[in-house]
């Protein structure tokens, strides 16, 4: 079985600066997806950003980017000149390579709190 | 908007009643997953439907059950309510592509579920 660590319960940031999230996890899986969801108070889970285990590159998405260290286990994202829009709790998620759809494992979350 | 519409938005149940809870996939989409969100954790799985076959269950009991219609619908059904189902229900539809494959997961905004 999967398990999705985030260590972080709540972080604050200034709007316009960086924050990072950290999440690792545990997997005996080699082929495997990675994700940040979003969930912000309207309740919907947004997808942020995917990473492939199979590829080395970080992926970015505009201001979003991640960390990826398969051999530590560690999957951690990276805000970059932090909005007001981006407070919510976000969701790191593991999933098998192989599979129809959509079995995510979810961490515990972080709040994220942009301050003005 | 994502095209995943769960209905209802809200509903409180007695302790021991029966509820179905709704989700309409978004369009083209044939696989609807189910999660059970508990106040301040992450989405925990339930169950997946993969053209309108189970394909894949979390650690729940038997009176978590499910459905999935011709039109790629689905119902989460739960029997004999007990206070700790209280929670936010969310379904999430993709597209499965078949073995190693995966699209991304579209969520709906959620059923709160109440148990008194």
């Known amino acids: 079985a999967q398990t999705v660590t985030q260590s972080q319960p709540e972080m604050s940031v200034q709007e316009a600066e960086t924050v990072t999230l950290s999440c690792t996890y545990d997997?005996?899986?080699?082929?495997?997806?990675l994700f940040w969801y979003k969930q912000p108070p309207s309740r919907q889970m947004i997808l942020v950003i995917r990473?492939?285990?199979?590829?080395?590159q970080n992926a970015t998405e505009n201001r979003f980017s991640v960390n990826f260290q398969k051999a530590a286990k560690s999957f951690s994202l990276k805000i970059s000149d932090s909005q007001l829009g981006d407070t919510a709790m976000y969701f790191c998620a593991f999933m098998k390579h192989y599979n129809a759809g959509n079995m995510l494992t979810f961490g515990g979350g972080t709040r994220l709190m942009v301050k003005p | 908007e994502t095209g995943v519409t769960q209905s209802p938005t809200h509903l409180i149940k007695t302790r021991g009643q029966q509820v179905t809870l709704r989700c309409s996939s978004q369009?083209?989409?044939?696989?609807v997953s189910w999660y059970q969100q508990a106040l301040g954790q992450g989405p925990q799985f339930i169950f997946q439907?993969?053209?309108?076959?189970?394909?894949g269950r979390g650690n729940f009991p038997p009176r978590f059950s499910g459905l999935q219609f011709p039109n790629y619908s689905s119902e989460l059904n739960v029997n004999a309510l007990e206070l700790d189902d209280s929670a936010l229900y969310l379904c999430a539809s993709s597209k499965g592509q078949g073995r190693g494959r995966v699209s991304e997961a579209f969520f709906g905004q959620g059923t709160r579920l109440t148990v008194v």
């Open positions: 990473q492939e285990a199979y590829k080395q």
């Open positions: 439907y993969y053209r309108e076959e189970e394909n």
């Open positions: 369009s083209g989409h044939n696989t």
């Open positions: 997997t005996s899986e080699s082929n495997y997806y």
